[in-house]
């Protein structure tokens, strides 16, 4: 019968620590040092995804207020107006950095029901 492991290793001895350097240890130090650099070098740019999707977010979730032209309870050309739906318990909502077309968008519905950039709409001709 064939052992897989030698007396020492099935005895506990462990003959690597941490300190005992093997395989290209030099070139993964190296390796690890281009991954950081290239980290902080995307950082500073504002390059990272993470802050790209801040930067959305925080454009998207501005406050905006509603601003109706009259009191009379109609909807007017120039109005700014949130749109709910009872059926999804939510908003109509955009994401207003990334039109189809030109006047287009797609749209969702979202719990978010403070008015900001992203829900509310301006009533145009």
Not at 95 to 105: A, G, N, V
Request: net charge negative.
């Amino acid at each position: 019968m064939e052992f897989l492991y030698t007396r020492q290793q099935m005895e506990g001895f462990k003959g690597y620590q941490s300190k005992v350097k093997i395989g290209n240890w030099s070139e993964d130090l190296e390796l690890e040092a281009a991954k950081l650099k290239a980290y902080l070098l995307k950082k500073e740019r504002g390059e990272l995804k993470c802050t790209q999707a801040e930067d959305r977010f925080a454009h998207a979730l501005q406050p905006a207020a509603l601003q109706p032209k009259s009191n009379d309870g109609y909807v007017h050309f120039g109005d700014v107006v949130m749109l709910f739906n009872q059926a999804t318990d939510g908003c109509l909502a955009c994401d207003p950095q990334e039109p189809l077309t030109e006047s287009t968008f797609a749209t969702t519905s979202t719990w978010y029901t403070e008015p900001c950039s992203r829900n509310t709409f301006h009533i145009q001709r």
